[in-house]
């Protein structure tokens, strides 16, 4: 079993950025692929970007492909997502997971483990 605690959402302009983080307790980060997830109020939690447990290969979301990076460092069992040129319709609470599976999927269902998000805002 794993648990997430996200943490860096906060009130960020348009254009601006962030770096969220999510730390993972236990010796077994590794054997996790990792996702990001976010929610806005009154939507469906969608899919942002995941990452494979060696970190080599990942998959975004259309919407923020060429701005969002997901990152891990399996030494600090912790996975990253930087968020550049952030629009007002990115407000929403951001979820990190994990996945027993070998790659990251953009599905919610296969992700076994989830924090408790954190609240990125984004002003016009």
């Known amino acids: 079993q794993v648990q997430l605690v996200e943490s860096g959402g906060e009130l960020v302009q348009a254009g601006g950025s962030l770096r969220l983080s999510c730390a993972a307790s236990?010796?077994?980060?590794?054997?996790?692929?990792m996702g990001w997830f976010r929610q806005a109020p009154g939507k469906e939690r969608e899919f942002v970007a995941a990452?494979?447990?060696?970190?080599?290969?990942?998959n975004y979301a259309d919407s923020v492909k060429g701005r969002f990076t997901i990152s891990r460092d399996n030494a600090k069992n912790t996975v990253y997502l930087q968020m550049n040129s952030l629009k007002p319709e990115e407000t929403a609470v951001y979820y990190c997971a994990a996945s027993q599976r070998l790659y990251g999927s953009s599905w919610p269902d296969e992700y076994a483990y989830w924090g408790q998000g954190t609240q990125v805002t984004v002003s016009s």
């Open positions: 236990g010796r077994t980060f590794g054997s996790y692929a």
């Open positions: 990452i494979s447990r060696s970190g080599v290969n990942t």
